[in-house]
């Protein structure tokens, strides 16, 4: 569950995966529906568009993992217990994720993996 949140918020938001892998509960602005995106391309900060869509998985994933600061906490402790968890989720395990949803859905892009946009 956590990884299709991951991808979803990632995806709809056009954000890379470090951005989203950093994302915290404080990001995000729901009166105005808009996300502060911190240290970006250049170590900028930037704002970009929050789809009520996203909102609403994002509230509804928050309502099982309920970690006070990360948006997506490590899976270590499992999402009953990642509230406890001191890190968001890993790298690695985003892009292995990425990688076997690829291979499923038999997308033979030319390319690396880096081409798309919510892994780079």
Request: charged letters at 25%.
């Amino acid at each position: 569950m956590s990884y299709k949140v991951f991808f979803f918020t990632t995806y709809s938001m056009g954000l890379r995966l470090g951005e989203g892998i950093r994302l915290t509960v404080g990001d995000i602005d729901s009166v105005n529906m808009r996300v502060h995106i911190r240290d970006a391309k250049g170590n900028k900060d930037r704002l970009v568009p929050l789809p009520e869509n996203t909102l609403r998985v994002l509230r509804n994933f928050w309502q099982v993992h309920k970690h006070p600061h990360f948006l997506f906490p490590s899976r270590k402790r499992g999402l009953n217990n990642a509230h406890l968890v001191q890190q968001p989720l890993d790298r690695g395990g985003i892009q292995t994720a990425m990688k076997a949803v690829v291979r499923q859905l038999g997308i033979k892009k030319n390319g690396s993996y880096d081409d798309f946009p919510c892994c780079k």
